[in-house]
């Protein structure tokens, strides 16, 4: 774990998958908040001003990929970490993640020490 606790926001439409990230996290010591579909995931980004957010695609009203695309047009949140979190994990899904803004692309089922891992990654060198 880091020394500050991070601000990280959980923007997943599985409640279940959400509870458990938060948990996890919580666990290491940092803040969380939590949205359940790509357009309240921006809604509290701009609120929250996370350092990192967890992003799943396949969601309700906007996916995930859009939401990254709206998050890197936005100024304010220019130096938030975009993790995807997915079960889609073709190539070209891949890609599609990477181009709309991601730093680390992280396919479902996870492994929760890859996934902490890769947090405190993003932490320490951004």
């Known amino acids: 774990m880091t020394d500050a606790p991070a601000k990280i ?14 948990f996890l ?4 010591g940092h803040q969380i908040r939590k949205a359940f579909n790509g357009r309240e995931g921006l809604e509290m980004a701009l609120l929250f001003l996370p350092d990192i957010i967890l992003l799943d695609v396949m969601m309700p009203e906007m996916d995930g990929f859009e939401a990254a695309r709206l998050i890197r047009q936005t100024p304010i ?3 938030t970490k975009i993790i995807f979190l997915t079960a889609k994990g073709t190539q070209s899904d891949r890609r599609t993640g990477y181009d709309s803004g991601a730093e680390y692309y992280i396919v479902k089922p996870f492994d929760n020490a890859e996934l902490i891992g890769t947090v405190n990654e993003v932490l320490v060198f951004g």
């Open 9 to 22: 926001l959980i923007v997943d439409d599985e409640p279940n998958i959400v509870t458990a990230l938060e």
């Open 77 to 79: 949140l220019e130096n």
């Open 25 to 28: 996290l919580e666990r290491e």
